[in-house]
């Protein structure tokens, strides 16, 4: 087939976030499909944007041709970002004539942050007599209105509902990453047999051929070799709840267990703060190290007796996760302590850890002491029933062949 992934903000390994269309393309190319990516010229999720002098420029990155269009750059989520999706959109919108004829797309995929890439998507598909598919991963607009505080009367609000309701009515399929958003979708016009959920997952080659981690964090795992280590990896902002995390390591610190340890890895903006709370409350069982870089992620994990992750309560998590932390720690094969106020995760579903309540330290020192009375060879279980379970159904070359198989 020819597919034409419609993805403003997509990027690659070099580039950075977002890495999905990139994986899911490169292995429909493996399969003999011809893959082209549309997206915009700047995207603050990327380390690297990509320099191009006009719009409909082509790069060819491990076989999937990216066209890009330049939408200008911004700071944060004011009125500068929403004018990128509008230049986004009418470009496309425009030329979808131009885009049809030249690409002669078999299946249309509009999966942009903001739902109001379905428009163009479905104009392209009618003139090009393909299939249309709605790919939803961010909760648009309800994320708007419900963690960003904005009125769902505001215009923008508005629009983007407008656009998301239009999209489940109008597609042909609907690939939700978030495993329980469907009877929301269904509530705003989608067909109940149009949804499938394709969440995200691992590349096994990245498991293959790890790099190193720093120096720095080879020194400090030698160091704490004898401790029992609770490691997160991650953002560091006020979503992560990681002082929530130094609630729990200063309580388990009262107790006198002295085995257990916090190693947080990564950076934000709340970094500093809690490296300062640590210090002033002489939170002495909590570490914080820099971030490493995607490839050493496996090398990372391999360190920690048990991965933990975690989040303030929001009501976005109704729909469900889709953490790639999750991934990456089940196919690490270790015991995973999910605290988020969630449905049931992989985490329960396929028993390789403990999901618990985030808001509740002493429940999450329960659950980690619990964790760590289990013998080893427990242990142990717990992260192969994750480790397999991410290989049977979690890895992108399975994910890519059920997304084809579905439409």
Known sequence: MNILYIEHYAGSPEMGMEFRPYYLSREWVKMGHKVTIIAGDYSHLRKKNPSIGKDWEIEIIDGIEYVWLKTGEYEGNGAARALTMERFVRKLWTH??????????????????????????????????AKYVHE???????????????SKKHPFVVAMQIAENSAYKHCDKCVALLPYSKDYMVEHGLKPEKFVNIQNGIVEEEWEN???????????FEEHKDKFIVGYFGGHALSNALDKSLDVAKEIMKKGDNEIIFVFVGDGVEKKKLIERSKKESINNAFFLPPVGKKSVPNLIKHFNCSYMTG???????FGLCLNKMYDSMMAGIPIICAFDAPDTLVKIYDCGFQCDPSNASEVVKTLEELKSLSSEQQRQLGINGRNAVINNFTYSKLADLFIRSI
């Open 96 to 129: 979808s004539s131009m885009i049809a004829k030249k690409w002669k797309p078999d299946v249309v995929i509009a999966s942009s942050t903001y739902p109001l890439d379905t428009y163009p998507a479905r104009s392209i598909a009618r003139k090009a007599k």
């Open 136 to 150: 939803v991963h961010d909760m648009w607009p309800a994320t708007l209105y419900e963690v960003g505080g904005m």
């Open 210 to 220: 790890p790099e190193p981690i720093p120096e720095k964090h080879r020194k400090f």
């Open 312 to 318: 303030m309560p929001s009501p976005l998590y109704r």
